[in-house]
């Protein structure tokens, strides 16, 4: 069997932990690399976070930093989610795994243009790295299989009544992304606000007994305590891991081809993914949109993949 490749760009970030749990021990992907954006923290923890992750399920792949803040906006980060390291919760052992030296963007494009098969890039952050990689070398997008990003939202947002939070976060560089050639398939909030970690979540992963999901309880505990304070849910949206599920088993998702805009105006929709899914401006299609999701296949994917670092 052919092994998809591919890039997972994120700024972990609680269920960007789990994404990579998915993507770094799946027999059906070639991980090639991980860039970081700043997004749920500042650069210099989300980029410790993917090495404590790497380095804890041995995962061993190069880990990139890159930007440090978006394009134009000033940095806005989700602290009240993800606490002061980005990833409260969890006590990861000494960290001796480094960063690679090559900056993100850099990283992007040098696989990309070296990579015999093309490559699927999953973003689950802002969409900064991906962005400037387009504009620094626009040939790339010949050489990327699809674009999967968690972010946007055909409905109502959750940093303002409009925007979710990773597009809000970089608009401008979501823009890039959107309106290049590239096969943009998006998982927004509506989707991704079905798969809650309930306790009985929980409690059915920390069954499994092993580090994979010692990380998986210990996280999600924080995650949950946080999301019932801020948002008053029982059990946080486990967002990230969606993108890699669904290339796990494409039927998880149900997705329709529609034209899709980011608002750059500024105004109160500023951030806003506006998805014509009913066709309204007879625009070109651009955007694949998730619209539906099979939320016990979902878990049962998450629960393979602790299982699998036995």
Same mark, same amino acid.
């Given at each position: 069997?052919?092994?998809?490749k591919l890039?997972?760009d994120?700024?972990?970030g609680?269920?960007?932990?789990?994404?990579?749990?998915?993507?770094g021990?799946?027999?059906?992907?070639d991980?090639?690399g991980?860039?970081?954006?700043?997004?749920?923290?500042?650069?210099?923890k989300t980029?410790?976070?993917a090495?404590?992750?790497?380095?804890?399920l041995?995962?061993?792949?190069? !880990?990139c930093? =890159?930007l440090?803040?978006? %394009?134009?906006?000033? #940095?806005?980060? /989700?602290?009240? $989610?993800?606490?002061?390291?980005?990833?409260?919760?969890f006590n990861?052992p000494?960290?001796?795994k480094s960063f690679?030296?090559?900056?993100?963007?850099d990283?992007?494009?040098d696989?990309?243009?070296?990579s015999?098969e093309?490559?699927?890039? !999953?973003?689950? =952050?802002?969409?900064?790295? %991906?962005?400037?990689? #387009?504009?620094k /070398?626009?040939? $790339?997008?010949?050489?990327i299989?699809e674009?999967?990003?968690?972010?946007?939202?055909?409905g109502?947002?959750n940093v303002t009544?409009a925007?979710?939070?990773?597009i809000?976060?970089?608009p401008?560089?979501a823009?890039?992304?959107f309106s290049s050639?590239?096969?943009v398939t998006?998982?927004? %909030?509506d989707?991704t606000?079905?798969?809650?970690?309930?306790?009985?979540?929980?409690?059915r992963?920390?069954?499994?007994n092993?580090?994979?999901?010692?990380?998986?309880v210990k996280?999600?505990?924080?995650?949950?305590?946080?999301?019932?304070?801020?948002?008053?849910?029982?059990?946080?949206?486990?967002h990230?891991?969606?993108?890699?599920?669904?290339l796990?088993d494409?039927?998880?998702?149900?997705?329709?081809h529609a034209?899709?805009e980011i608002d750059?105006?500024?105004?109160?929709?500023?951030?806003?993914?506006n998805?014509?899914?009913?066709?309204?401006?007879?625009?070109?299609?651009?955007?694949f949109?998730a619209?539906h999701?099979?939320?016990?296949?979902f878990?049962?994917?998450?629960?393979?993949?602790?299982?699998?670092?036995d």
């Open positions: 069997m052919t092994k998809r890039i997972l994120c700024d972990p609680h269920d960007d932990a789990i994404a990579i749990m998915l993507a021990n799946h027999d059906g992907f991980l090639l991980i860039t970081v954006s700043t997004g749920n923290q500042t650069l210099k980029g410790i976070n090495l404590n992750i790497t380095q804890f041995t995962i061993d792949v190069p !880990v930093l =890159g440090e803040r978006p %394009l134009v906006r000033d #940095l806005q980060i /989700a602290d009240d $989610i993800h606490g002061e390291s980005g990833l409260d919760g990861f000494p960290l001796h690679d030296q090559r900056h993100a963007v990283f992007i494009i696989t990309l243009f070296e015999k093309k490559v699927t890039f !999953v973003t689950t =952050g802002p969409m900064s790295n %991906l962005a400037m990689a #387009l504009r /070398a626009p040939k $790339i997008v010949d050489h299989e674009v999967v990003l968690m972010g946007g939202a055909h109502y947002g009544p925007a979710e939070f990773n809000l976060v970089d401008e560089a823009h890039i992304v050639p590239v096969k998006m998982i927004g %909030l989707i606000r079905q798969v809650q970690v309930l306790p009985k979540i929980v409690k992963m920390a069954a499994i092993n580090k994979a999901s010692d990380l998986f996280l999600m505990n924080v995650f949950n305590e946080n999301q019932a304070r801020v948002f008053g849910l029982k059990g946080g949206p486990l990230d891991p969606v993108t890699i599920a669904y796990i494409p039927s998880l998702l149900k997705t329709k034209h899709c750059l105006s500024h105004g109160i929709s500023y951030g806003r993914t998805c014509d899914l009913f066709d309204y401006l007879k625009q070109d299609a651009n955007t949109v619209h999701i099979d939320v016990e296949k878990w049962n994917i998450i629960e393979r993949s602790i299982r699998s670092y």
